[in-house]
Nanobody
């Protein structure tokens, strides 16, 4: 059984900061890419940022210069530091990890349950 659990969401005023964390647990052999996605009401889920095991990072244009993704491989964690938050950043933020459960498995995507981020104007 593999679980991804996010934390760190909440209510913040525009211009404020939050740091999201996600930890992967369970039977895990290796983790490849990890990332953060978000889904606002009435919208499709979109990529916010992702990070390879390299690590190489990739950001949505809307968050470049404001958000920073990082990971701690030993702890099986990924973080998202969010600064200069805007009301349009309001969404449920989901953690995703592409991981293998055994050396013989292909990598599959696992998702967390999401954490709400609300930015007030």
């Amino acid at each position: 059984q593999v679980q991804l659990v996010e934390s760190g969401g909440g209510l913040v005023q525009a211009g404020g900061s939050l740091r999201l964390s996600c930890v992967a647990s369970g039977s895990i052999f290796s983790i490849n890419g990890m990332g953060w996605y978000r889904q606002a009401p009435g919208k499709q889920r979109e990529l916010v940022a992702d990070i390879t095991s390299g690590p190489t990072t990739n950001y949505a244009d809307s968050v470049k210069g404001r958000f920073t993704i990082s990971r701690d491989n030993a702890k099986k964690m990924v973080y998202l530091s969010m600064n200069s938050l805007k009301p349009e950043d309001t969404a449920v933020y989901y953690c995703k990890a592409d991981l293998r459960r055994t050396p013989w498995d292909s990598a599959y995507a696992y998702w967390g349950q999401g954490t709400q981020v609300t930015v007030s104007s």
